[in-house]
C-alpha cells in the first residue's frame, strides 16, 4: 500500500464481532432498506467513458442443455468456492450458478449426467490447497469452476496446473495470476488492473472527485485493486487517509477519513467489510460519495449496509443478469443471484460443451476451452493464452 501517511485499523477476530453488531440495523431501516436495489447505470470502458449499447442484436447465450443428444461415461466437474464465514454470499452464488448449468444440463440429457462435487475452501488457501488436492485425485473429474478468492487460486494454481485440469475461475481478479504460466489458468471477468483503471477514471470525469480516500480490506484481492485505483488517480488519491481495514473498527476510520473531507471514498474489498463502514461514514457525518467493486456488489452490501447503502456506486466486470437467469435461479435457490452466478453458470455451460462435444479427458477439456469463443449471459467468451479474456467490460451500479 502507499501514501505518505496511513492509517492501519486492523480488524481482529474480535473485532469482527462488533462489526456484525455494527451491521444490524433496527427494523424500521430494514424496513427502508428493503427496497434499495443494485441497479445497472452505465457500461464503461478503461477511460471511464460510457459505451453506447450494441447496435445489432448480440448473438444468444449458449445453453448447458446443449441438443440433448449428448452420451457420456459417468463424468464430474468440481467447484470450489467459499461457503462459510462472513464472504460466504459470494462463495454460495458461484456454486449456485455452475449447479445451476449442471442441473440444466442433465434435465436435458438423460444419456449424459455429470455430477458436480462441491468443495468449501472456507475463504482459506490451505484448505483450498487440500480441496485442489481431493479434486485432482478423483480421476473422474475434468474440471473446476474455481477457486473463487485470488488467494485461494494462486495456493492451487500450480495443482490443477501439474495435473492439466482446466481451473476456470469466476471471481478471482489478482493480475499476478494470470503471469505464473499456468496451462490451465482461466478466468471469466476482468483483472483488477483493468477494473481499477476504469473505475477510477470514472471516479475522476464522471463524479468529478478531486479528493479520493482509497480504503482497503487488508486482503490480496483489496490491496491489489486499491493499488491500481491509486496509480490511475495520481494525486487524486489523498494519502492522507489510505487507510487499512485491517485491525480496529469502522468508526476509526470514518473518523480518519473525515478529518480530511474527500469528495468520495473508495473501499476495494468484500461486502463484509464494505457494508459497516459506509455505516460508520454516514453515522460520522461524511457524505462523500462511496465507491466499491465487485466483492461488494451483492445484495448482502445492501443488507448489511441498510439506508447507509443508498446512494453507493458499485463497479463490476459483471453485466446486468437476463430476467430469464433470475427467475430460474430465484425459484432454485430461494434468493436473487449473487455477484458472480452468472459467471459461473457460464463457466459451467462452457466445460459441459467441452464434454457434450467429445472432451472426455482432461487435457481434451482443456484444449476444448483453449480454443473455445462464444456468448454467455455475461459476455463473449474466448481467452488469450495467459487465460485472461480477449475482451473485458466494466458496468457501473448504483444502489437505488
Not at 204 to 212: F, H, N, R, W, Y
Not at 250 to 263: C, G, S
Request: charged content about 20%.
Amino acid at each position: 500500500m502507499r501514501g505518505a501517511v496511513r492509517g492501519v485499523l486492523a480488524l481482529s477476530a474480535a473485532a469482527c464481532v462488533v462489526l456484525a453488531g455494527c451491521a444490524q440495523s433496527s427494523s424500521g431501516e430494514q424496513a427502508d432498506a428493503s427496497a434499495l436495489q443494485i441497479v445497472e447505470q452505465v457500461r464503461i470502458d478503461q477511460n471511464g467513458d460510457q459505451v453506447l449499447p450494441e447496435t445489432t442484436p448480440a448473438r444468444p447465450p449458449a445453453s448447458p442443455a446443449g441438443d440433448g443428444s449428448a452420451v457420456c461415461p459417468p463424468l464430474s466437474l468440481a467447484t470450489a468456492a467459499t461457503l462459510t464465514g462472513p464472504d460466504a454470499a459470494l462463495g454460495r452464488g458461484v456454486t449456485n450458478g455452475i449447479q445451476l448449468a449442471v442441473d440444466d444440463h442433465n434435465a436435458a440429457n438423460p444419456g449424459c449426467q455429470v455430477q458436480l462435487k462441491t468443495f468449501d475452501t472456507e475463504g482459506d488457501p490451505d484448505t483450498a490447497r487440500e480441496n485442489a488436492q481431493q479434486i485432482v485425485e478423483d480421476a473422474f473429474t475434468l474440471g473446476v469452476v474455481g477457486p473463487g478468492f485470488s488467494t485461494e487460486a494462486m495456493a492451487t494454481g500450480e495443482i490443477f496446473d501439474r495435473a492439466g485440469m482446466v481451473a476456470a475461475t469466476p471471481s478471482a481478479t489478482s493480475v499476478a495470476l494470470a503471469d505464473q504460466g499456468w496451462r490451465t489458468f482461466v478466468r471469466g471477468l476482468a483483472n483488477d488492473g483493468v477494473q481499477g483503471m476504469a473505475v477510477a477514471n470514472y471516479i475522476k470525469k464522471q463524479l468529478g472527485a478531486g479528493a479520493v480516500c482509497v480504503v482497503d480490506d487488508g486482503t490480496d484481492y483489496g490491496t491489489g485493486l486499491a493499488q491500481a485505483v491509486r496509480e490511475i488517480l495520481g494525486p487524486t488519491a489523498d494519502p492522507g487517509c489510505g487507510v487499512a481495514l485491517d485491525a480496529g473498527a469502522p468508526a476509526d476510520a470514518a473518523t480518519a477519513i473525515k478529518e480530511r473531507n474527500p469528495d468520495a471514498v473508495f473501499f476495494a474489498g468484500y461486502y463484509s467489510q464494505s457494508a459497516p463502514l459506509v455505516r460508520a461514514l454516514r453515522d460520522a457525518g461524511v457524505t462523500a460519495d462511496f465507491v466499491s467493486a465487485d466483492g461488494s456488489k451483492d445484495p448482502e452490501f445492501v443488507t448489511l449496509a441498510g439506508e447507509s447503502a443508498r446512494d453507493a456506486v458499485l463497479s463490476c466486470s459483471c453485466g446486468p443478469d437476463r430476467p430469464e437467469f433470475v427467475t430460474a435461479y430465484t425459484e432454485k435457490f430461494g434468493q436473487a443471484p449473487g455477484t458472480f452466478s452468472a459467471g459461473a453458470y457460464d463457466l459451467g455451460t462452457i466445460l459441459l460443451a467441452g464434454i457434450d462435444s467429445g472432451a472426455r479427458t482432461r487435457p481434451a477439456l482443456l484444449d476444448f476451452v483453449q480454443n473455445y469463443r462464444g456468448r454467455g449471459l455475461e459476455r463473449e467468451y474466448q481467452w488469450a493464452e495467459n487465460g485472461e479474456l480477449a475482451s473485458t467490460m466494466i458496468w457501473i451500479y448504483k444502489v437505488q
